[in-house]
């Protein structure tokens, strides 16, 4: 099955920038996703990227794929106090299920 | 944007009662829904895959006779904790996925449950 790997912590200070790493080795996942989760809520999707893509940005957020390396990253530009949360990639397993990586947790200093 | 409505967000039972969970998809049809469990700090692991007119697919070590779910409606499904125990105490949240859709799986609010 699919396996999924994030660093767990990142510290940033407000106005910087953040970038959120994560592996995968399912290389057959048609989309990738982040979602975000704050204290004690449920998964907010942030965005998402076909798997045929290099980049997508929204916003704030521009997401890399660089498939050959399987590696996801998630840009949070002018990061702010409010985006501090729990960061998770995700991929398809084959069944159509999510498989999360382990989370970052995304601290954003005043 | 989609919604997926979970009821309870939170729930306290005594240990040996069972405890419902409900996931509704509000303003679309999901033939396919997921139940997921994240203990605290850790991330979501996929319990099963609740599909609509037909037995839920469990992931290895999940209990079926423990944990039951049904999905009789294509907006409905539920999950319950059968004879619950301390151990059972977790995060438990449901995605539904959008059949006209295939991009994306929308989450419920998720359901805190503790047992006592």
């Known amino acids: 099955g699919e396996d999924v790997e994030q660093s767990l912590f990142l510290s940033v200070r407000e106005g910087d920038s953040s970038v959120i790493n994560c592996t995968y080795t399912d290389s057959s996942s048609t989309y990738l996703y982040w979602y975000k989760q704050e204290p004690g809520a449920g998964l907010q999707l942030l965005t998402y990227?076909?798997?045929?893509?290099d980049m997508k940005q929204d916003q704030r957020l521009t997401v890399l794929l660089n498939k050959k390396d399987k590696h996801l990253s998630l840009r949070i530009a002018d990061t702010q106090t409010g985006d501090s949360a729990i960061y998770f990639c995700?991929?398809?397993?084959?069944?159509?299920?999510?498989?999360f990586g382990s989370g970052t947790r995304l601290q954003v200093q005043p | 944007g989609a919604v997926v409505s979970q009821h309870p967000s939170r729930v306290i039972c005594k240990s040996g009662t069972s405890v419902k969970i409900e996931c509704r998809s509000l303003?679309?049809?999901?033939?396919?829904m997921f139940w997921y469990r994240q203990f605290p700090k850790q991330s979501l692991m996929l319990m099963a895959t609740s599909n609509e007119g037909s037995k839920a697919t469990y992931e290895q070590g999940v209990e079926k006779d423990k944990f039951l779910i049904n999905h009789a409606s294509l907006t409905l499904s539920t999950l319950t904790v059968t004879s619950a125990h301390p151990e059972d105490s977790s995060f438990y949240i449901c995605?539904?996925?959008?059949?006209?859709?295939?991009?994306?799986?929308?989450f419920g609010q998720g359901t805190r449950l503790t047992v006592v």
């Open positions: 995605s539904a996925e959008d059949r006209g859709k295939n991009t994306e799986a929308f």
């Open positions: 303003d679309f049809q999901a033939t396919t």
């Open positions: 990227i076909f798997s045929n893509m």
């Open positions: 995700a991929g398809h397993t084959g069944r159509r299920a999510l498989t």
